[in-house]
C-alpha cells in the first residue's frame, strides 16, 4: 500500500511540473488562431499530427536529450532562440497574410511550430530533462504520455470554443492570439539571449 502510494506521489510530482511546462490552456488560443479557417476534419488531423509530432520529440529526448545536444554542441538556449525566430515568423505571416493562405499551408504546420515548439518547447524539454534525472525514465515516460493526451483532447474539442465565438469572434480572436505568440517569440528570443550573455 505504502508503494503505491509512493508510486501516485511521484506520478504527481513528474505529471505536474510538466503539465505547466506544456500550459495546454494558455497554446490552446494559439491553436485555434494557426488553424482558424480550417474545417473541423483538417483541425482535428493537424491536432493528431501535432500531438504525435510532440511526442516523438519528447519520447526521443528523454531517451537520448543530453547526449544530442552534447553531440550537435548546442544548448536549451540555442533551442529556445531557434524556437522563438520560427514562432515570431509563424505569428508575423498569420497576422498579414489571409485565411486562403493559411489553408494552403495547413499541412505543414503540425509538426512545426505546433508540435514543436509550441507543444513541446524548451520548457517542456528542460523539464523532461529534470524528470528523468529526478523520477527515471519511466515515470517521465508516463507523464509525458498522460500530458500529451491531455493536449489532443483540448485541441480536437477546439470546434466547440470556434463554434461559440462564432465566425467574426473567431477571427479576432485569431489576430489577438497571433500578437500574443508574437510576443511569446520574442520573449523566448529575449530569455535565450540573457542566458547566452550570461554564458
Not at 30 to 46: A, H, M, V
Not at 77 to 82: A, K, V
Not at 136 to 157: P, Q, R
Request: proline share 3%; charged share 15%; hydrophobic share 60%.
Amino acid at each position: 500500500m505504502f508503494a503505491v502510494t509512493s508510486l501516485w506521489t511521484k506520478f504527481v510530482l513528474s505529471f505536474v511540473p510538466l503539465f505547466v511546462a506544456i500550459d495546454v490552456i494558455g497554446i490552446l488560443p494559439i491553436f485555434i488562431s494557426l488553424t482558424e479557417g480550417l474545417t473541423d476534419k483538417q483541425r482535428k488531423k493537424l491536432a493528431v499530427e501535432s500531438t504525435l509530432a510532440a511526442l516523438v520529440v519528447a519520447v526521443i529526448f528523454a531517451l537520448a536529450g543530453r547526449p544530442i545536444f552534447t553531440f550537435l554542441g548546442i544548448t536549451i538556449t540555442d533551442f529556445r532562440i531557434g524556437g522563438g525566430i520560427i514562432l515570431l515568423v509563424l505569428a508575423v505571416t498569420d497576422l498579414l497574410f489571409s485565411t486562403e493562405e493559411r489553408k494552403r499551408k495547413e499541412t505543414s504546420i503540425g509538426v512545426v511550430p505546433i508540435g514543436i515548439p509550441l507543444i513541446i518547447g524548451p520548457a517542456a524539454l528542460t523539464t523532461i530533462l529534470l524528470l528523468v534525472d529526478t523520477y527515471g525514465i519511466f515515470l517521465t515516460m508516463f507523464s509525458i504520455f498522460i500530458n500529451l493526451i491531455l493536449v489532443l483532447i483540448v485541441f480536437v474539442n477546439s470546434g466547440f470554443i470556434i463554434k461559440i465565438l462564432g465566425n467574426a469572434g473567431s477571427k479576432a480572436f485569431a489576430k489577438i492570439a497571433s500578437l500574443f505568440l508574437a510576443a511569446i517569440a520574442v520573449m523566448m528570443i529575449r530569455v535565450g539571449l540573457v542566458e547566452a550573455l550570461k554564458q
